[in-house]
């Protein structure tokens, strides 16, 4: 570690990890009540259930880009952050807010959650991803407005860097459309149309942009290949994803009454939006090939290769098989969209977050060159049993996906909705088991962790 600041990314990476576990139990536990829909029922029913499981998948993936930043960010710029203090104090306000909001989720009616949270005031509550309170919500303008601030403050006074303009201009675009979440229009067409410049401009084009510099950076870091050679292909992912990710936002206003030409612009951008993922993979596997150095830490470079692979098949071939608007009006709403949104955020920015902790935790623990080749080869297990979980899982809820299809949206005797979940229990019940093992491959990570060092 050549920065002391640098420890501050410590607890925002083990929290993250912590918050990782309680969004797979919870999914866990959502995929039960698939099969058994009374289990749990009335103490978590099960729309409390997925608010909790998708309101800590963004807050964990935040706080791990939050500590990844404050790893990398005095490495890139070649002094110690600005204000350590204020950093720690930052997240200790954001994990304090979010446990909160979390228990209050969970032992507090939502009505009276909207009321005791001054929603009268603003409202803003009870939209999908973007349920929390208002509190929770100025809570997280505050936090991330203190992040960037001293993100650019470090930047203004050392080395400036490619990764850290497009890191910065990531974390700008982040916060920038996350104030749409405060708007709420009465028509409910444009509440959507507003509502997704919050949600699809941060997964499908700022998160994008954080997720290559830190991929950049570890590539740096592991491979020893030149940063000219990076940078370059760092701009090629980066405009691309801009494009497309920008203009894609046109996918979601197909059949919300938003005008045709939207059909046209969401349909030609899909068609691009798998190029950068594509890019990405080769990006990684060129730097590993040209590789001028043999780190310790091979699980790292595992790691990113990982990432590069699974966004492409999440965000990329899945995001594909079913945004064009022919097709998209047949697919929208069933689990096929699940099965592209579970494996593109795991495989785009949970694996991202994997790959960091895994290069930079052993560092902030005094391994310098990575753990040892015990504990390695045991997170290399938990790599491909949370992979082969989450592709089994993928795959069982787009074969979910498409019998809905064909029970509930094509042909001539079409069934009823409960009809059709009572001909995909099985399905429920293979994904519900690919779910238990990527759980289980959580637990070896953390298992990994503990490993003594060889002598």
């Known amino acids: 570690m050549k920065y002391s600041s640098q420890m501050v990314a410590k607890p925002y990476f083990i929290f993250a990890l912590i918050l990782l576990a309680g969004e797979i139990l919870f999914g866990v536990l959502m995929g039960i009540q698939y099969m058994y ?123 400036r860097t490619v990764i850290t303009t497009v890191l910065i201009t990531g974390l700008i675009g982040l916060a920038v459309f996350f104030l749409f979440a405060f708007y709420v229009p009465d028509n409910l067409v444009m509440d ?9 401009l941060w997964v499908e084009a700022t998160w994008e942009l954080i997720m290559g510099a830190i991929l950049a950076f570890v590539l740096i870091k592991v491979t020893g290949v030149d940063r000219e050679h990076i940078d370059k292909w760092l701009y090629l992912i980066i405009a691309m994803t801009m494009v497309s990710g920008i203009l894609g936002t046109g996918h ?64 990329g071939v899945w995001g594909f098989m079913h945004t064009l608007a022919p097709v998209n009006m047949f697919t929208h709403g069933t689990q096929l969209t699940a099965a592209h949104g579970h494996l593109s955020f795991y495989g785009a920015y949970i694996m991202i ?33 949370m992979n082969i979980g989450m592709l089994g899982l993928t795959l069982a809820l787009t074969a979910a996906g498409i019998v809905q299809i064909m029970d509930l949206r094509m042909g001539t005797e079409l069934k009823g909705f409960m009809e059709s979940q009572e001909s995909i229990q099985s399905i429920f019940m293979i994904r519900l088991g690919f779910g238990l093992l990527v759980f289980v491959g959580l637990i070896t990570y953390f298992a990994s962790f503990f490993v003594k060092e060889e002598a």
């Open 37 to 159: 829909g009374d289990f749990l029922f009335p103490l978590i029913p099960f729309n409390v259930l997925r608010m909790v499981h998708t309101n800590l998948l963004i807050v964990l993936i935040l706080f791990g880009f939050m500590g990844a930043t404050y790893y990398l960010i005095p490495e890139e710029a070649e002094r110690e952050l600005w204000s350590p203090k204020l950093a720690i104090l930052t997240f200790w306000v954001f994990a304090a807010a979010g446990v909160a909001t979390i228990l209050g989720y969970l032992f507090v009616p939502y009505a009276t959650l909207t009321e005791v949270t001054f929603n009268n005031l603003l409202p803003t509550m009870g939209r999908e991803f973007l349920e929390q309170p208002l509190p929770t919500k100025v809570g997280i303008v505050l936090v991330v407005v203190s992040y960037i601030v001293n993100v650019t403050m470090t930047v203004l006074k050392g080395r």
């Open 192 to 200: 959507k149309f507003f509502w997704w410049f919050t949600v699809h």
């Open 252 to 315: 979601h206003f197909f059949y919300m009454g938003a005008p045709e030409y939207w059909l046209w612009i969401g349909s030609i951008a899909s068609a691009v939006e798998p190029l950068p993922f594509f890019l990405m993979v080769l990006f990684a596997f060129t730097m590993a090939r040209d590789s001028k150095i043999k780190h310790d830490n091979k699980i790292a470079l595992t790691w990113a290769k990982g990432t590069a692979v699974m966004a492409f098949l999440g965000a």
């Open 353 to 385: 977050i994997f790959t960091m902790i895994s290069y930079a935790m052993p560092i902030l623990r005094g391994r310098l060159h990575g753990n040892c080749a015990k504990a390695q080869k045991l997170e290399l297990s938990s790599f491909w049993m």
